[in-house]
């Protein structure tokens, strides 16, 4: 599964820097130049910036996973632009904590599309999305089953070095 990252804000980022540290490559995208250009000088190895939305999709092979880290209230502009460009073995991965009825919207129009959707709450601020966090999924059984192995991952670990990750 190729991953993609959509927000590279303080979450985003540090999520992204935990995935490439377990050995992910990580394609990613974000709309602020300033945040972007300072991303860019930071040149993290496996994590490769794009200039566009279209650029990221085309450079990410499919089966993929597209993570939003976006403020809620963008999420559904995201999906709206990334419909077109996705397929059946894509899945949209909402990290943005939405309100459960706004995931339940979201999983049926991606739907329609043959696209699956999970809504994943990321628990820990940026600390954590960078040292591991604890993550609740939802959505798409099948969806979860492809994509669990990183986020179990990344996830924070109990003493018994289970995943924090259901």
Partial sequence: MNVALIGLGSMGYNLAKNIVSKNYQVNAYEKNK?????????????????????????????????????????IDECINELINHLNSKDIVADLGNSLYLKSIEREKLLKQYNINF?????????????????I???????????????????????????????
């Fill in 136 to 166: 609740m999924a939802g959505g798409s059984k099948s969806a979860w089953n492809n994509v669990k192995h990183i986020f179990e991952d990344i996830a924070a670990k109990n003493e018994s070095h289970s995943a924090c990750c259901y």
């Fill in 118 to 134: 999970l809504g994943i709450g990321i628990s820990g601020g940026p600390r954590g999305a960078k040292k591991g966090p604890a």
């Fill in 34 to 74: 300033l945040v972007f250009e300072n991303i860019k000088k930071d040149n993290i190895k496996n994590l490769c910036l794009f200039n566009s939305i279209k650029e990221l999709i085309k450079n990410t092979p499919s089966p993929r996973m597209i993570m939003l880290s976006l403020p809620a209230d963008k």
